[in-house]
């Protein structure tokens, strides 16, 4: 993740450890994740055995870790951090 915005070079962490708090919405969409894989496990495989469980939706989750990780932050610095969109931010960065 850029330390700063590419584009109009505001600094996303707004005080250090500021993104801990990203960590709650990820463990949100992990659980989410998790319940919608479960569900769809036991209907479509027929409520198989516990490794039949475990092995799809680990291996979903971990390959969504990724876009979990971005979103979550994304959303957290969106919901929290206090910056608000400015159209011409990029205008002024390139005029600096
Ligand atoms: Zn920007």
């Not at 799809?56 to 979550?72: E, G, H, K, Y």
Request: aromatic share 16%; glycine share 8%; charged share 15%.
């Amino acid at each position: 993740m850029h330390e700063h915005c590419p584009s109009c070079d505001v600094r996303y962490e707004v005080e250090p450890g500021f993104f801990y708090g990203a960590m709650y919405i990820s463990y949100a969409f992990t659980v989410g994740i998790m319940l919608v894989g479960g569900i769809l496990v036991f209907n479509f495989l027929n409520d198989p055995p516990a490794e039949g469980y475990v092995v799809p939706i680990t291996t979903v989750s971990l390959l969504l870790v990724p876009a979990n990780f971005r979103t979550a932050r994304v959303l957290f610095i969106h919901w929290f951090s206090g910056l608000k969109y400015d159209p011409s931010a990029a205008a002024k960065h390139e005029n600096s």
